[in-house]
């Protein structure tokens, strides 16, 4: 364990998570990265966390908007399950500082990673899951993370991704569309990081990052519309 990261046994993580573990060990590899160990990390309880996550909010929108068609509950579940909203969850448990980061990856601010917060988020769902092996358990301790933020999404569409409404946006006015390109990609899969440009007639070239191609795209999309908009 790196020096300053607390434990994964830390009763108040357990208590913020809301889940004691019969088998600790489980919280443990949670919370481990790929920059540890190769054969012993999160990924395979991300790749669970991920499919029950999107199970659970699915089932939530379903029995909470009725008359809602697919179309919406779909933008629905895309907000409350991608990685800016997992990226909140995970502040709002304080993962940051029990993460288990290689010594490169804690010194260049993996603590702080969204990216890596989300996939966390994830990961302590899956070992939920294999821990009591009741998705009913599962069920109520991750829509209780998900308080804070259930009751201030409603089916607009403004859930659509920013991409789409800018695209939207500017088709309304027949005007060109946007032309995303990488101009930088720093450091190594899977943790690289990407600097997209967007190019749009009659506009400043602006740019976005993110932790991929498509968060970046998505983020400069974002801040077009937001200029559009004003």
């Given at each position: 364990m790196i020096k300053g990261q607390s434990k994964p046994s830390d009763m108040h993580l357990v208590s913020r998570i809301g889940y004691q573990f019969k088998q600790p060990e489980l919280l443990r590899l949670a919370l481990t990265h790929r920059s540890v160990s190769h054969k012993s990390n999160y990924e395979r309880l991300e790749f669970l966390g991920d499919s029950l996550l999107g199970m659970i909010i699915a089932h939530y929108l379903y029995q909470a908007y009725p008359h809602e068609n697919e179309g919406r509950l779909t933008r629905m579940r895309a907000t409350l399950v991608r990685q800016e909203a997992l990226g909140k969850i995970?502040?709002?448990l304080k993962l940051g500082p029990c993460l288990i980061l290689s010594t490169g990856e804690l010194k260049s601010g993996g603590h702080h990673r969204e990216s890596i917060l989300a996939d966390t988020v994830e990961a302590i769902i899956g070992a939920i899951y294999v821990d009591c092996n009741?998705?009913?358990?599962?069920?109520?301790?991750?829509?209780?993370?998900?308080?804070?933020?259930?009751?201030?999404?409603?089916?607009?569409?403004?859930?659509?991704d920013p991409k789409s409404?800018?695209?939207?946006?500017?088709?309304?006015?027949?005007?060109?569309?946007?032309?995303?390109?990488?101009?930088?990609?720093?450091?190594?899969?899977?943790?690289?990081?990407?600097?997209v440009e967007c190019i749009i007639e009659g506009l400043p070239?602006?740019?976005?990052?993110g932790s991929s191609r498509r968060f970046a795209e998505q983020a400069v999309a974002a801040d077009i519309l937001k200029q559009l908009e004003q």
């Open positions: 995970a502040n709002d009741d998705l009913k358990i599962l069920q109520e301790i991750v829509l209780k993370w998900y308080v804070p933020y259930l009751d201030h999404i409603e089916p607009t569409d403004q859930l659509k409404r800018l695209q939207e946006y500017l088709q309304a006015r027949k005007k060109p569309l946007p032309v995303y390109d990488v101009v930088d990609i720093q450091g190594d899969a899977p943790n690289q990081h990407f600097k070239v602006l740019y976005g990052e």
